[in-house]
């Protein structure tokens, strides 16, 4: 997070650039890009101070939407650039934005050690669990057996779990919001400034075109309440549309219980949000047939971020050795003088 | 302070040159002994240069011929220009050594051996069938064999180190015996052993009884009837260090950084032989240096164009291997037009290939190793000293033009040295940065709008209210930015960024011709073949022919003068370490019938393969 002062209130029009949009109709792209203009007069940041940055695909046009700074850069690399930018001036508000296939495919290893470095920067990954751009195939989020263009008989490599990724690359902020609930998206938005260090929030995307429908039930009002769990800190996990289900923790073994006699609210786990095991417990629930689908925020605990953890290395370096003299460098060790 | 050491009946000799090549194990501290030679060469006031060679493994198993790490040096009373070809002096610590080394040994050459180490397993392991100490294969050279071993073991007897320990101290008893001969001073050394093992006083004390008995071994003994002396050789006044390529490097960078104002931020991934590059930075962290090691090749570059980006002077370095993954991120560079250093310090290749040895082979992989129409300038130091020069130019260069810049520098300058002038910083040509402003509440903001000299265009810092943009790697539309498709915006954006590009030449002097200006051969080198060229041309010269020699510094552009340079000469050969590349620029560009001489054995030019190459084109 990045301190907040502004001269003059900022409105969602200032954020919108000159250049036309051009996803297609129906994405879900564009109530992300819609919420994110909405949100960032609130954040308060200076809009100098705010930098996009994007790696390659649908999502990753999304900078020049956007009245800021912006890169768009290549594929996968978008987190190595963002470092280099919050290290030359930790200042900047940094935000990555990037898809499935460009953070978890192509720049896989750029995303853990993003995550791991824990820079003060926002990663928000819109997952469509699928490759739009390229118009079709297959993508590291994408579930077991996909049918798609690059796969007639069925994918065949198992979805990467994200959060659970995350968490596993030592990521101090783990969030996941789905671009149709606008309110909870706008939320986690200022929950992901919020968090300084690396905070990481995966949005369900849904990809009209090409992978229609991929997050259905956890938008169609019919099924959605049973199939969500919607994390508040230090609240208990209830779900289902009568809001008669919970999650019960049996030791380290999460189940689902029915409100109904035998367990009661108190039985059900309260979400604490600096809980890295809990996290991993609710990561775990991504894909899986027996529990509700998190959202909110997983997992966040601050800890030092690497820019700063740098620049004090630099101050006290300067205060142990004093200020650099390049002349007194230039004649260390042997020198001769020649007469 | 020698001489009062010196037993009246022992005779000094002055000669002009020597060449002594230390080798043995990896294991065996022979670059440390090496390098010590090198300071106390310098400190007397010889012309130096030198040259390690070292095998990629870290430790080879001992004895075998994979592990033999050797350091050459030349030093003389006059000035000089490379590490010298043949050897006069060779001190080898195992039979390894010898066997690897003994080809490149002078007849009549002196050979300065462990015998301690010559028994029948390590023979056998070096491939030896008997032990040349022994039989008269050796009978063409002086040969020394020296108990090293045993030597250093009574003289650090009553210290009760570890027998290890003892046995790694033969390198200074070596080193020491060096001195003698070659009467250079111990206090140098005696100095450093005792800042190195400042925490482990056993170390100070043990190495320096090993230096002291080499030393004495020399000064007492009736083996050795003479010493010599190589008087100082005549360079400009001034104070001096030895100074490694590398190391140039980075003392470049930091005054590029202090002169322009910007902090630098060096984004590197380890790898031979350019590591040392990050190593030296990383310690500068009392100059607000940033140094990243980030997780690959690839996003060590992306660091640096996002540091370039919010308004750092950002450099990498790397070597071949590195530089392949980096070209998408280079093109992204050359695309959004941001400032930035990119050193290669080639190695031998291609893949993996010997990545200690040297090589000239990545000037088409600098000029042409992305994707499209993507021009970068190319600079090629042409000595370790003036790796600081070219680094400080390509800073100036970067800044100035808004550009991506390569440096060319190679195994040979990055390990090797050179006695260096240290230099004014107040001399070095001023760096001016500019960052773009608000254009005020009524104007818009356009980041590829461009200087009408340079072509550059605005350097804009996220944190700059009023220049907020967007930048990327789809094609720009000039002056506005923003993404076009448009043809004859595409035809006009490759031009420009050719012609900015193009236009750096105006920057560069006359080019420097050693000899005439015109004449019966011109050798046309570049980068880190300048010493074994003009060693070669001198003495070419001395012997009376119309030779000259011009080296590339730039090589992308050219020098706006190297064309009618040419036409001037009967015939250009053009010495390579690679299978001729600059060659093929040189015909295209000019249409000259240029010759080659160009070898990939991973070693530099010998002097008397360019002579040889020259007397048989002449």
Redesign the interface.
């Known amino acids: 997070m990045v301190e907040s002062i502004t001269s003059k209130p900022l409105t969602r029009k200032d954020f919108i650039s000159d250049q036309d949009v051009r996803w297609c109709p129906g994405c879900g792209d564009y109530s992300i890009l819609a919420q994110v203009q909405k949100t960032f007069p609130e954040l308060g940041i200076p809009k100098e101070k705010i930098v996009f940055i994007s790696g390659i695909g649908c999502s990753s046009r999304f900078p020049y939407y956007m009245k800021t700074f912006g890169f768009h850069t290549i594929h996968g690399r978008a987190p190595t650039i963002a470092s280099g930018v919050k290290l030359a001036n930790p200042d900047l508000s940094v935000w990555v934005i990037t898809g499935d296939g460009d953070s978890l495919s192509i720049g896989g290893n750029h995303f853990i050690h993003l995550m791991r470095r824990n820079f003060d920067i926002n990663v928000i990954m819109f997952n469509n669990e699928i490759y739009g751009l390229t118009k079709g195939q297959y993508s590291p989020t994408s579930e077991l057996g996909k049918v798609t263009k690059s796969t007639p008989f069925g994918s065949l490599d198992r979805p990467f779990n994200p959060p659970l990724l995350a968490l596993g690359a030592a990521s101090t902020f783990v969030a996941r919001s789905i671009d149709k609930m606008t309110h909870h998206l706008q939320d986690m938005l200022k929950r992901t400034h919020q968090h300084k260090g690396t905070s990481f929030l995966e949005i369900y995307q849904n990809c009209n075109i090409f992978n229609d429908g991929a997050f259905k039930n956890l938008t169609d009002k019919e099924v959605k309440d049973d199939n969500l769990l919607i994390l508040e800190n230090g609240k208990p996990m209830i779900f289902g549309s009568k809001k008669n289900k919970g999650i019960h923790l049996d030791g380290f073994k999460p189940e689902v219980v029915k409100l109904n006699g035998k367990f009661s609210v108190n039985d059900l786990v309260v979400h604490e949000e600096s809980d890295r095991n809990l996290g991993g417990i609710l990561s775990n629930f991504t894909h899986s047939e027996k529990f509700p689908t998190p959202i909110g925020v997983l997992y966040c605990e601050e800890k030092p971020t690497y820019e700063d953890l740098l620049y004090d290395q630099i101050k006290s370096a300067k205060k142990r050795l004093g200020e650099g003299d390049l002349e007194a460098l230039l004649h260390s060790g042997d020198t001769w003088i020649i007469k | 302070m020698m001489k009062n050491q010196k037993i009246k009946n022992k005779e000094i000799i002055n000669v002009e040159s020597v060449v002594i090549r230390f080798a043995g194990d990896s294991g065996d501290g022979i670059q440390l002994a090496g390098s010590r030679f090198t ?1 106390a060469t ?2 007397v ?1 010889n012309d130096l240069g030198t040259y390690p060679d070292y095998p990629a493994e870290i430790r080879a198993p001992a004895g075998t011929l994979a592990g033999v790490s050797a350091y050459q040096i030349q030093f003389s009373s006059k000035d000089i220009y490379t590490p010298g070809d043949m050897v006069d002096v060779l001190v080898v610590m195992n039979p390894a050594a010898l066997k690897v080394h003994l080809s490149d040994l002078k007849p009549g050459g002196t050979i300065i051996a462990n015998k301690s180490n010559f028994k029948s397993r390590n023979l056998k392991m070096a491939g030896w069938e008997s032990d040349p100490l022994e039989d008269d294969s050796l009978s063409n050279y002086k040969v020394y064999d020296i108990e090293i071993s045993r030597l250093v073991s009574s003289a650090l007897e009553d210290m009760n180190l570890p027998s290890k320990t003892v046995e790694r101290t033969k390198n200074m008893f070596a080193l020491g015996l060096m001195f003698w001969i070659y009467t250079r001073p111990l206090e ?1 050394t005696i100095k450093w052993l005792k800042v190195k093992f400042k925490s482990r006083p056993e170390l100070v004390e043990g190495n320096i009884r090993a230096l002291k008995a080499g030393y004495n071994f020399g000064d007492i003994t009736e083996i050795f009837p003479v010493s010599y002396q190589v008087g ?1 050789a005549p ?8 100074i490694t390529g590398n190391y140039a490097i980075g ?1 470049g960078l ?2 590029a950084s ?1 002169k322009s104002g910007l ?1 630098l ?1 060096f ?1 590197g991934y380890p790898i031979t032989p350019a590591s040392d590059i990050l190593h030296q930075l990383s310690h ?7 140094t ?1 090691q ?3 090749e ?15 002077l ?1 450099v990498t370095a790397s070597s071949g291997p590195g530089i392949a993954l980096k070209g ?2 280079l ?2 560079a050359i695309m ?1 037009e941001l400032p930035m250093v990119i050193i290669n310090v080639q190695r031998v290749g291609p893949s993996t290939g010997m990545p200690t040895k040297t090589e000239q082979a990545d000037l088409f992989q600098a000029l042409w190793g992305r994707n499209s129409e993507s021009p970068m300038p190319v600079i090629a130091p042409i000595s370790p000293g003036d790796c600081f020069y070219a680094t400080y130019e390509a800073c100036r260069i970067a800044l100035k033009y808004m550009t991506p810049v390569f440096i060319l520098s190679d195994a040979l300058l990055a390990n090797g040295s050179e006695p260096w002038l ?2 004014e ?1 107040k001399q070095l040509s001023p760096i001016d940065v500019k960052f773009a402003v608000d254009p005020g509440e009524d104007s818009v903001f356009h980041p590829y709008e461009r200087d009408k000299e340079t072509l550059a265009r605005k350097w804009a ?14 094609e720009k539309e000039n002056i506005t930015g ?2 076009n498709y448009n043809p004859d915006n595409h035809q006009l954006m490759v031009n420009l960024r050719a012609q900015k590009v193009e236009s750096i030449a105006r920057e560069f002097p006359a080019m420097d011709i050693y000899g005439d200006t015109t004449g019966d051969l011109l050798v046309l080198g570049w980068g880190s073949t300048f010493g074994a060229i003009r060693a070669a041309v001198e003495k070419i010269r001395d012997e009376g022919m119309y030779v000259s020699h011009a080296q590339l510094r730039w090589v992308n552009p050219f020098p706006s003068d190297l064309g009618e340079i040419l036409v001037k000469f009967q015939k250009i050969l053009i010495p390579e370490l690679n299978t001729g590349q600059l060659i093929k620029l040189i015909r295209s560009e000019f249409l000259i019938d240029a010759v080659g001489v160009n070898i990939s054995t991973g070693k530099p030019f010998t002097k008397s393969q360019i002579i040889e190459k020259i007397q048989s084109i002449m």
């Open positions: 300071s310098a400190i006031g140098p100082p360079l400009k006044k001034g104070t001096y260090r030895n003392l930091l005054a202090q902090p931020f984004g500068y962290r009392n100059f607000g240096v940033k990243f980030a997780e690959d690839i996003a060590s570059i992306g660091s640096v164009i996002g540091a370039a980006f919010a308004g750092n950002a998408e991120a093109g992204l959004t240290i230099p910083i810092l996220p944190g700059t209210a009023g220049v907020e943009h967007r930048i990327g790697g789809l923003n993404v």
